[in-house]
């Protein structure tokens, strides 16, 4: 489940965020993909906490099964 996911078009453009704290999931993703642990982020944003970090991972692995067609 992916309680802590929202989408809301007045919120950071459509963005996916994290628990209505404006943080992006895309953003975590690009600190996990930097290489950054779950507690490096949290130190750093202390607003978050663990289970948003591995909700944003969840929410980017299903984004990436999702299968992408061309439309010509």
């Given at each position: ?7 809301d078009p ?22 996990l993909g ?39």
């Amino acid at each position: 489940m992916l309680n802590r996911i929202h989408i809301d078009p007045d919120i950071c453009e459509g963005k996916p965020i994290i628990r209505n704290i404006r943080i992006t999931v895309d953003f975590v993703l690009k600190l996990l993909g930097d290489g950054y642990t779950a507690d490096e982020i949290i130190k750093m944003y202390p607003e978050l906490e663990k289970e948003d970090i591995y909700q944003a991972a969840k929410y980017g692995a299903w984004l990436a099964s999702e299968k992408t067609i061309a439309i010509p």
